[in-house]
């Protein structure tokens, strides 16, 4: 039985679903507050409908927050895209994918000892799915990354 090959990079791993989720969701937020600040009563002043619009689109700023989440592989390394930070990492910085049952997200072991944790491969869109992500990444670190130097 033969291996699967390697994935062709660049690759782009994100939780799809949860982003379709979240972009439909930041839409009906903004316009949900929109629509209330226009037909709120007339005892609320000029500035209150301003807080409320404002409220709709902090409310749909965390939302893209949100669904910022992904791994690019690509020639050079990969780049972990989280909530707030991203990180670029040369393959020989990993040092292993982990992704164990009931683990939210893939947890890369960095060669300094310390661990990154990549939300862009979540079971949030399928379990299977991310499985199949979490093996190909795997593969590719194997491929390219640490592993490949501590073998030669």
Excluded: H
Excluded at 115 to 132: F, H, M, N
Aim: one cysteine or more.
């Amino acid at each position: 039985m033969s291996t699967p090959a390697p994935a062709a990079l660049p690759v782009t791993w994100t939780p799809r679903r949860n982003r379709a989720v979240l972009y439909a969701l930041c839409a009906v937020l903004v316009v949900l507050f929109s629509v209330l600040a226009v037909v709120l009563p007339e005892s609320w002043q000029f500035n209150d409908r301003v807080m409320m619009a404002c409220s709709g689109l902090l409310f749909a700023a965390v939302g893209l927050m949100l669904a910022r989440p992904k791994v690019v592989a690509d020639a050079e390394g990969l780049t972990v895209v989280n909530f707030v930070r991203s990180r670029r990492l040369s393959w020989a910085e990993v040092v292993r994918v982990n992704f164990r049952a009931g683990d939210p997200w893939v947890v890369l072991d960095l060669a300094d000892g310390t661990a990154l944790a990549a939300v862009g491969i979540q079971p949030g869109g399928g379990r299977e799915q991310a499985i199949r992500a979490a093996r190909a990444l795997r593969d590719l670190v194997e491929e390219r990354g640490a592993g490949r130097e501590q073998r030669a």
